[in-house]
């Protein structure tokens, strides 16, 4: 794919915030242009590296998948197209790798559904047979789909820190009691038709994270980015029904980094990675981005 590194930071627009993947832009009161960059991210930690085009693959993919799932919740986009509220010689910096969003007040969590117990949730089950304090069938593996997806949400931290699982009454104290189960079943109404989509295509989605927040008149809407390698876990279905994993996402970054022991600390941030392993993440998204939605327009 060839596409240019991440762009340059826009003169014509106030920045807002500037997130491990995007940087937000004020556009009035009212709207946000979302610009995602080439930067990578694991375990919370900002790196050093880019992988040239990520970010336009990373938007595209969110783009078709926003318009797959219009009807079950509203989402962020405003349908206006990002380059309109830039100059023009900042065009290229945004064209193919932006978003413009209605301005939203985010829920202060990230909405989790898994249908196959990986990641944190492993680590949690093999110690004590629960994901997030919720018991689950004994004898699971990784790639034992459960018997019904499951909500598992987390706290939304801050770049550098890290996210923490919570217990859905904490969710309930964090947003209130009719806001949670509001979000638990829309969450997993997505996440359901995501992956009855994506297994007619070849992939299972393991499990996704959703992030949401309020319009003007209080009405839950999906918001960010959504269903992409850096927010999923994609399996390949042929592999998995022979009892394997082998993953079209970020996963194997980090089992890479873990590999060689700098694995979520100041050493990752700085590492150079070797052009094999940039190549891979890209290799990944790539076929992921291909498989589900036929490649990129």
């Not at 700085?270 to 891979?280: F, H, Q, R």
């Not at 993440?281 to 490649?295: D, I, N, P, T």
Request: with cysteine.
């Amino acid at each position: 794919m060839n596409a240019p590194d991440s762009p340059a930071p826009l003169h014509s627009l106030p920045l807002l915030a500037r997130g491990k993947v995007r940087d937000n832009y004020a556009v009035g009161s009212d709207r946000i242009l979302m610009v995602a960059s080439d930067r990578l991210s694991a375990f919370d930690v900002v790196m050093k590296a880019q992988v040239p085009g990520k970010g336009a693959l990373l938007t595209q993919m969110a783009l078709a998948w926003f318009a797959h799932l219009k009807d079950i919740v509203p989402n962020h986009l405003t349908g206006e197209p990002p380059e309109s509220v830039v100059q023009p010689d900042e065009v290229p910096r945004v064209a193919g790798r932006s978003m413009l969003v209605k301005r939203l007040t985010p829920l202060p969590c990230e909405a989790v559904v898994r249908g196959y117990v990986a990641g944190s949730g492993w680590k949690e089950y093999a110690k004590s047979g629960t994901v997030c304090g919720q018991p689950l069938p004994p004898g699971l593996s990784m790639t034992t789909p459960l018997p019904e997806p499951i909500f598992t949400p987390a706290t939304k931290a801050a770049v550098g820190d890290h996210d923490e699982n919570i217990s859905f009454a904490q969710l309930e104290a964090l947003i209130g009691v009719p806001r949670a189960a509001e979000l638990r079943d829309v969450a997993v109404r997505l996440y359901k038709a995501a992956a009855a989509y994506a297994k007619t295509r070849g992939l299972v989605v393991a499990d996704t994270k959703f992030e949401f927040g309020l319009d003007e008149h209080g009405t839950l809407t999906l918001m960010d980015e959504v269903l992409t390698p850096d927010s999923s876990r994609f399996w390949l279905a042929d592999a998995l029904a022979q009892g394997r994993i082998e993953a079209l996402d970020k996963q194997p970054l980090r089992d890479w980094l873990d590999r060689i022991g700098v694995a979520g600390g100041p050493e990752q941030a700085a590492l150079d990675l070797p052009p094999e392993v940039m190549a891979g993440v890209m290799q990944r998204y790539e076929r992921a981005m291909h498989m589900l939605w036929g490649g990129e327009e």
